[in-house]
């Protein structure tokens, strides 16, 4: 069945996506003069509502910026508040940001009889306190050095006690936590076990520094637990629904997506992975990557489809699926990233913002999801795109942003929630996701020096900044356990276009450095600092001794990663012998990006035709070229396609019973199902827990 635009309705919405295109075509030179001022307005629009919140609502959780007035929406915990620390840091502001760290100290109490989101718990409140704690103990500021002094440890004392509340949630047969607990309480009675598939899987990176700053493993067991359930449960197709009993594991609704319920699960995989150097998240990541690529997208859009027969169920364009391109460029993996952002921000200056959900065949906003809640996820990738590339056009972009917000969201108090997209209707609220992401990643993407962006730190999905650290990587024992269960039940290869051990040669072409090697890079400069302030202390403990020189093997290496057997000791030379070189290499490449192909012979490394990083010794196999993880590699797009932009076409929905897009919409007000039901961002909850969601 052949589903089309009806009359002139299609002819207007592509001429307008034709003169979006024309006008981006156009383009504006963002000189960092240029970029330097529009930080400064996107500072200014950070203080003005956080100093309303702090006037008129706190210490309540939210700002209501109509009445000027606040509310508690999410635990009574000042959550605004929480989720705004790191950015007083990132905007400079340490006079604030030492003042409330001191306040929550002394003032923030947990222990309250409330039912809480545990996912929105976790990458809020967690995070949030957790980062603020990195922030002093862990980074080079010097700003920070007199606190630093100063500091007895509260924000850590406080996510250990919140944090120990939400394990109960995990108590389950499967590993998978329910999605409400009761501070005071535990899990609630007559708690449904139905829980979203990001709401299941969210916590590897907060869990995991837990267990690494207390030595405690029971966090991060209990994330990776949850984790592996997930996985155990996949597809024939590699696919993952979006809501699932945490009771038995079985899948309640059966579909996929990248966007909604979804996103952050596939996120901490990658995050995780980078922030841990973890083989299974990162082998657990490409697989899901590699099936989200080749079943759910079309062109440059990504459906919704039935997890195990991969037919398309919803051609919806979601606000929140605009956080991937900024995964994709964190994996290494730029060009379709690219041409996925191009294509939403044709939906933003044809509409004003994004709206909850644009159905792709109707090619107008879907009925019930015409809100725009002050998200993220667009300024998100942005400011990963613009980092990686230099291009022009993804700081244009953002002054699109900045000029929608500021010209009909904001008001005396505050910035207002868009209840409708179209009529530019507002709402009495401001969601803490606006300070606590929204402004950071506007004010990161056009503030070139931050500390930030310098590709040593990785954000939850709340956008709270974790330093890379090499000790929050190594020893990493699980990476061993998992070895040998690899070794016994292989993980099955993935054939793909890109992956994590690619290294900056492919992306020459585009002027970027894949991120995912700026981590690596940060990982190595702290190893190394580490190293040569050990040295410095033992050279003055024992100053008459002398240090015998003591020689290093290299590391084996395979697509750039290195493997060894050695001893702890032996080991940590090697590495960091590689992880210095990669260092090197890196910088070199910052310095000067038209190096060629061909000078990359100083690493030693072999370059294949399929643009995999390989050994030397892997080329000279004679069977490589014929290995199956290869054959399907499709060559890169060149730029000359890149920038041929297209207008949007009506998607053709594949046939089958349940394609929604060409029935009746759907509608998410009126879900029901077992005592559940659906809250404005497509999330499930419970009765007695209907409150707004961040990421779902």
């Not at 929480?82 to 003042?99: H, M, R």
């Not at 996925?340 to 107008?364: C, D, H, K, Y």
């Amino acid at each position: 069945m052949t589903v089309r635009f009806h009359g002139s309705q299609a002819a207007l919405f592509v001429a307008a996506l034709l003169v979006a295109i024309l006008a981006a075509s156009v383009g504006a030179v963002y000189t960092k003069e240029h970029r330097r001022h529009v930080r400064d307005e996107v500072k200014a629009m950070f203080t003005h509502a956080y100093d309303s919140y702090m006037r008129y609502a706190f210490p309540s959780d939210e700002l209501k910026p109509l009445s000027c007035t606040g509310g508690e929406t999410l635990g009574g915990y000042m959550l605004t508040l929480v989720d705004t620390l790191d950015t007083l840091v990132v905007v400079g502001n340490y006079s604030e940001f030492e003042k409330q760290v001191t306040l929550l100290g002394q003032t923030l109490d947990f222990n309250k009889d409330v039912n809480v989101s545990v996912f929105e718990t976790n990458i809020r409140i967690v995070g949030g306190l957790l980062s603020a704690h990195l922030l002093i103990t862990e980074s080079d500021l010097p700003e920070m050095e007199s606190f630093k002094q100063r500091y007895n440890g509260s924000m850590l004392r406080l996510t250990l006690d919140v944090a120990d509340r939400l394990l109960k949630a995990f108590d389950t047969a499967t590993g998978l936590p329910f999605g409400t607990v009761n501070l005071m309480y535990g899990v609630p009675k007559n708690e449904t076990p139905i829980v979203c598939t990001a709401c299941a899987g969210t916590y590897a990176l907060e869990f995991g520094i837990l267990s690494r700053l207390t030595g405690d493993p029971k966090y991060e067991t209990a994330a990776r637990r949850a984790v592996r359930a997930l996985w155990m449960r996949k597809s024939a197709l590699n696919l993952v629904g979006n809501h699932i009993n945490s009771a038995d594991g079985t899948w309640t609704h059966r579909d996929s997506g990248i966007g909604g319920s979804i996103d952050s699960f596939f996120e901490y995989l990658l995050k995780a992975a980078i922030l841990f150097d973890d083989d299974e998240y990162m082998d657990y990541f490409e697989v899901f990557y590699a099936s989200a690529e080749r079943h759910l997208r079309r062109d440059d859009w990504y459906m919704q489809a039935d997890m195990i027969t991969g037919q398309v169920t919803w051609a919806l364009m979601s606000t929140l699926q605009a956080f991937w391109p900024g995964v994709q460029v964190l994996y290494g993996d730029y060009k379709p990233a690219a041409r996925t952002m191009r294509a939403f921000q044709m939906i933003w200056r044809n509409v004003g913002f994004t709206p909850e959900g644009f159905g792709l065949v109707s090619a107008r906003v879907e009925p019930g999801q015409a809100r725009y809640p002050l998200r993220p996820e667009m300024a998100e990738s942005l400011f990963y795109l613009a980092h990686a590339s230099g291009d022009d056009t993804w700081w244009e972009y953002g002054v699109d942003i900045i000029h929608s917000i500021q010209n009909f969201t904001r008001t005396s108090c505050g910035y207002a929630v868009v209840e409708d997209v179209e009529k530019k209707t507002l709402g009495d609220q401001m969601e803490s996701f606006f300070l606590a992401e929204t402004l950071k990643y506007l004010y990161l993407l056009f503030d070139d020096d931050n500390f930030i962006n310098t590709g040593q730190y990785v954000f939850n999905t709340e956008g709270h900044p974790i330093p890379i650290k090499y000790k929050f990587s190594y020893p990493n024992l699980n990476n061993e356990i998992y070895r040998r269960e690899k070794e016994a039940q292989p993980v099955q290869i993935v054939p793909r276009e890109t992956c994590a051990a690619q290294t900056y040669i492919q992306y020459l072409s585009t002027g970027s450095v894949p991120l995912w090697l700026l981590a690596q890079s940060a990982r190595a400069r702290d190893q190394l600092q580490q190293q040569q302030q050990q040295a410095a202390n033992a050279q003055q403990q024992q100053p008459q001794q002398a240090v015998p020189q003591q020689q290093q093997e290299e590391p084996q290496m395979k697509q750039g990663i290195p493997i060894s057997s050695k001893t702890d000791e032996q080991q940590q030379g090697a590495d960091a012998s590689f992880q210095k070189m990669l260092f090197d290499q890196i910088q070199q490449l910052l310095r000067s990006k038209d190096l060629d192909a061909d000078e990359a012979e100083d690493d030693d490394l072999g370059y294949s035709d399929d643009m995999e990083y390989v050994d030397e010794d892997e080329i000279e196999d004679e069977d490589f070229e014929e290995d199956a993880a290869y054959d399907l590699y499709t060559p890169p797009i060149s730029d000359d396609e890149l920038e041929q932009d297209e207008p949007l076409q009506p998607m053709q929905p594949e046939p089958g019973p349940t394609n929604q897009a060409s029935g009746a919409s759907k509608d998410l007000t009126e879900a029901k199902d077992d005592e559940m039901s659906f809250d404005s961002d497509d999330v499930f909850v419970s009765d007695s827990q209907q409150q707004p969601k961040d990421e779902l």
